[in-house]
Structure formats: structure tokens, C-alpha cells
């Protein structure tokens, strides 16, 4: 097995060649929601949000009986998202030179960047930028992501060659670093680690059967040859050392 240094996240593939560690979880279930994605088609345009979805945990904490009792905030949505209604009372804006649609991380994401382009440029009035949300900002998948802000160094390589030339290839990777460390710098920034509950030290990748195995090693073996990766960032671990 093997592990590698990434400096700030490390990756690790847990497998072995010989032997595997097992756990009581389903194996190969990514094969089947993979299907389900298969068998589905486009059938126009997507339809408007349900009136009553489902609820974040992570932007409704109040839903969790651990979650201390507010009466002014039952749900404790307004403590966590203060602006999640941010600008949806009053009439629709009429007149914006950008309009953004989703108020999610990436929509927002977008909005900020604008922002920060026109302030550097400092030319002309401004743009007035506008975000149309259905919901709430971060309401959607942004909002119920387990948290998770780790680069891909290889996963997926053998998968993404098939598809795209080895520039576009090596520009995927090149993305999934640069979202990262723009994120992190973000953080940095406003002094939000805390806020967010920051924890650095990398992550684990485990994996549960033989086949899983050898499509990591050969991902992170072809990744290495397209200069994307280097053996010192992912270290393979040993069935023991999986069970420490």
C-alpha cells in the first residue's frame, strides 16, 4: 500500500495487492447509482424547485435535537446563514448588466470575482450584478456537501483520458487545485477558519475491493507519466497499517 506527502492535504490510498481489509459496507455501490445516471435522458427543461424540499442539516442545525433551542430561531438557520434571504423582499430588480443564476458556491463565487475584477480595474461605474435564486443562497447542493476540500491528484485519470485530449486532462487537475487553494486563500483572508471549522491534514481514500485497487494504482500510475502527479504525494498503506 501507499501514501504521499501533498503538503497541505495528503491523499491516502488505502489498498493492498495481497490482502484486504473489510468493513461492514456495501461494495460497488457507485456501479449502481452510475447506472441509474445512465439510463437517464434529457427530457427539457428542468422544472422549478418542489414547494416544500428537504432541509440541510448543515444550514438548519435546529433540525438536530443536539442543537441548543433557540424560540427566535428554532430551526438555527438564521445563526448559521444569515444571509440566505439576503435581497428577495421587495420588486424584482428590473435593469443589471450580469445576472447570475443559482446562489450557490459557484454563483456566488462568480459574483465575488466580478467584484473584485472591477474594483482592481477601477475604470468606468461598476457593473450592477444580480443573483437569482430559487430557494435560499447555499440552499441547494452547496449547502448540504459533506464538507469536503480536497484536490484530486489522480482519481479518475484513466476515465477523463478517454474523454479529453492531455492538455485538457492535466487543465482538470490544474482546476481541482486552483478551486482548493482559492477557497483556502478566501478563508485565510477573513479570518474564517474557525467560523468554518478549518481542520488541515489531508484525507483517506479507502478502498474496498481488488478491482478498486488496480484502477487507483493505475490512475496514479498514468497521472505520474503526465507529469500531473509525483510518487511522493499519495502513500499507499498496508493492511496493517490501514487497521492503526
Given at each position: 500500500?501507499?501514501?504521499?506527502?501533498?503538503?497541505?492535504?495528503?491523499?491516502?490510498?488505502?489498498?493492498?495487492?495481497?490482502?484486504?481489509?473489510?468493513?461492514?459496507?456495501?461494495?460497488?455501490?457507485?456501479?449502481?447509482?452510475?447506472?441509474?445516471?445512465?439510463?437517464?435522458?434529457?427530457?427539457?427543461?428542468?422544472?422549478?424547485?418542489?414547494?416544500?424540499?428537504?432541509?440541510?442539516?448543515?444550514?438548519?442545525?435546529?433540525?438536530s435535537r443536539d442543537w441548543p433551542y433557540d424560540?427566535?430561531?428554532?430551526?438555527?438557520?438564521?445563526?448559521?446563514?444569515?444571509?440566505?434571504?439576503?435581497?428577495?423582499?421587495?420588486?424584482?430588480?428590473?435593469?443589471?448588466?450580469?445576472?447570475?443564476?443559482?446562489?450557490?458556491?459557484?454563483?456566488?463565487?462568480?459574483?465575488?470575482?466580478?467584484?473584485r475584477l472591477v474594483r482592481e480595474e477601477k475604470?468606468?461605474?461598476?457593473?450592477?450584478?444580480?443573483?437569482?435564486?430559487?430557494?435560499?443562497?447555499?440552499?441547494?447542493?452547496?449547502?448540504?456537501?459533506?464538507?469536503?476540500?480536497?484536490?484530486?491528484?489522480?482519481?479518475?485519470?484513466?476515465?477523463?483520458?478517454?474523454?479529453?485530449?492531455?492538455?485538457?486532462?492535466?487543465?482538470?487537475?490544474?482546476?481541482?487545485?486552483?478551486?482548493?487553494?482559492?477557497?483556502?486563500?478566501?478563508?485565510?483572508?477573513?479570518?474564517?477558519?474557525?467560523?468554518?471549522?478549518?481542520?488541515?491534514?489531508?484525507?483517506?481514500?479507502?478502498?474496498?475491493?481488488?478491482?478498486?485497487?488496480?484502477?487507483?494504482?493505475?490512475?496514479?500510475?498514468?497521472?505520474?507519466?503526465?507529469?500531473?502527479?509525483?510518487?511522493?504525494?499519495?502513500?499507499?498503506?498496508?493492511?496493517?497499517?490501514?487497521?492503526?
Open positions: 500500500m501507499f501514501s504521499a506527502d501533498l503538503g497541505l492535504w495528503i491523499s491516502l490510498y488505502l489498498c493492498d495487492s495481497t490482502s484486504m481489509s473489510y468493513f461492514p459496507l456495501p461494495l460497488n455501490a457507485y456501479d449502481e447509482f452510475k447506472a441509474l445516471f445512465d439510463r437517464s435522458s434529457a427530457s427539457g427543461p428542468s422544472p422549478l424547485p418542489t414547494p416544500n424540499p428537504t432541509k440541510s442539516f448543515w444550514t438548519h442545525p435546529g433540525l424560540s427566535n430561531d428554532p430551526q438555527g438557520c438564521k445563526k448559521i446563514n444569515p444571509y440566505a434571504s439576503e435581497g428577495s423582499e421587495g420588486h424584482l430588480t428590473s435593469e443589471a448588466d450580469v445576472v447570475i443564476i443559482g446562489g450557490g458556491i459557484t454563483g456566488v463565487s462568480v459574483a465575488l470575482e466580478l467584484g475604470t468606468g461605474p461598476g457593473l450592477k450584478v444580480v443573483i437569482l435564486e430559487a430557494r435560499d443562497f447555499c440552499s441547494g447542493a452547496t449547502g448540504r456537501n459533506g464538507g469536503h476540500l480536497t484536490a484530486a491528484i489522480s482519481h479518475n485519470y484513466s476515465s477523463l483520458a478517454k474523454l479529453y485530449s492531455p492538455e485538457e486532462v492535466r487543465r482538470c487537475f490544474a482546476l481541482e487545485e486552483h478551486t482548493t487553494t482559492a477557497i483556502l486563500s478566501l478563508i485565510e483572508k477573513y479570518g474564517w477558519a474557525d467560523y468554518v471549522d478549518l481542520v488541515e491534514g489531508g484525507h483517506c481514500v479507502l478502498l474496498f475491493s481488488e478491482r478498486e485497487a488496480r484502477e487507483a494504482k493505475e490512475d496514479w500510475k498514468k497521472a505520474i507519466e503526465a507529469g500531473i502527479t509525483t510518487k511522493d504525494q499519495v502513500r499507499w498503506l498496508t493492511t496493517e497499517e490501514t487497521k492503526q
